[in-house]
């Protein structure tokens, strides 16, 4: 019995959405400091509407997988409805992770902010952190000492 569903294989095979955007308005590049994998992205957006998005994922199947997913879920979506994507919606619709690869899908999650936030900066938008959760979970882990 495979540990992976069927739709974790099938993009990990076939990614949607790979490559570079040329000229992007966004671009986001996170990574996971356990693992060292690394997942940047690339959007396009009119009128507050996601018209591309790409992926450049250095990581493990399931991080391209949910990548992928990710990539699928919120083109041709409002920026306000991608940032609501979760690293759990990711999963369900790759038909669940392994728990111990949970955290492949929050880098999709994190990857998708941080292009959208970079958006927002480079254009002079003004934003509110509250609408980065993700972003703001990153930072508090890079800086927990653990005590
Ligand atoms: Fe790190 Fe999958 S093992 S992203």
Redesign the pocket.
């Known amino acids: 019995m495979s540990l992976y569903s069927a739709k974790v294989m099938d993009h990990f095979r076939n990614p949607r959405n790979v490559g570079v955007i040329e000229d992007p308005d966004g671009v986001g590049e996170v990574g996971?400091a356990k693992?060292g994998?690394i997942m940047k992205m690339y959007i396009k957006v009119e009128n507050g509407i996601l018209v591309d998005v790409k992926f450049e994922t250095f990581?493990?199947g399931?991080?391209i997988a949910s990548s992928s997913m990710a990539t699928e879920m919120i083109k041709g979506k409002t920026l306000q409805e991608a940032l609501l994507l979760t690293n759990q919606a990711v999963a369900e619709a790759l038909d669940g992770l392994p728990a111990y690869?949970m955290?492949?899908s929050v880098?999709a999650e994190e990857a998708v902010q941080a292009a959208i936030r970079n958006y927002y900066e480079t254009h002079g938008i003004p934003y509110d952190e509250k609408d980065f959760p993700a972003l703001n979970h990153g930072h508090g882990e890079e800086d927990g000492d653990g005590e």
Do not use: Y
Request: proline share 0%.
């Open positions: 996971n693992c994998d990581g493990c399931s991080a690869k955290h492949c880098l």
